[in-house]
């Protein structure tokens, strides 16, 4: 485990990173979690003409600003994707695979690229379907698990879990030659629905129908209800109050994830509420000890 940080943003689109940049001028830490390509719908904007001062700039260009600025503030993102949060009291617990971080506070920058639930999942969330594989592997000690990946990060996750479960069925969502340990079978079909059946869960895919104890559901990015527990959503969005505080004590969002309108200025101006609301939620905490 890290040290706990002030701060913990999840998100490098506009939000994320004016959260980052007005936390850390206010001298808190802070730990971003995204990737250095930033958004990739920002960096395919072929021309933005409502951001104040950059006229005319394209989503591109626009992004490298982004990075130069971040950088000038020796702000680094951490490109470690976090598998579910956990609202501990005082703190939040962020996991990453056997890994866990922790944080004062949790600003939630996700926007609104998450694929849609499967048919089931959530009636069965921490009920035999999960999103960690590594995290929940010896649950399954012994037994049968189903591996569903996006992307190739899912193979590592599957290499760790056959060693410990028994049958392990790899549902590959992506084109490639899968680099998976002996033993592990590999099925090829897309998944529709995910259903219990005593004290099984059933996969049922285009083609056939998986049965195991366990399902993993391995994603690039899930949705901020399936990533933080006990979030409240409205309408497929967090529901935040105008400090962009969440239903959550220390948690606040901001951008896209927040519902509409899509828009940059309107996400980094959320950014730096969502900044200030946690600089000042840590403060109160200082004081009242």
Sequence with gaps: MEK?????????????????INCKIRNKSVIIFGTNNLSTKLAKAPRIDNYLGLHGISGNDLKEKFLEHINSMDISITEERINAVYAMGDYYALMVNEKMYEATTLILATGIEYTKPYIGEEELLGRGVGYC???????????????????????????????????????PLYKGNYNLNEG????????????EQGDKREVILSNETLSADGVFILRDTISPKQLVAGLETEDGHIKVNRDMSTNLKGCYAA????????????AAGEGLVAALSAVSYIDNLSRNK
Aim: net charge negative; aromatic share 8%; hydrophobic share 35%.
């Design 4 to 20: 706990r940080y002030d701060v913990a943003i999840i998100g490098t689109g506009p939000a994320g990173l004016e959260a980052a």
């Design 133 to 171: 594989a590594t995290c929940d592997a010896p649950l399954y000690k012994g037994k049968d698990v189903i591996i569903i990946a996006q992307g190739e990060s899912g193979e590592d996750e599957a290499n760790y879990v056959k060693e410990i479960c028994n049958k392990l069925y790899y549902v």
């Design 184 to 195: 592990i079978e590999i099925i090829k079909g897309v998944p529709k629905e995910i259903r």
């Design 255 to 266: 951008g896209d994830c927040t519902g509409r309108p899509y828009q940059y200025i309107k």
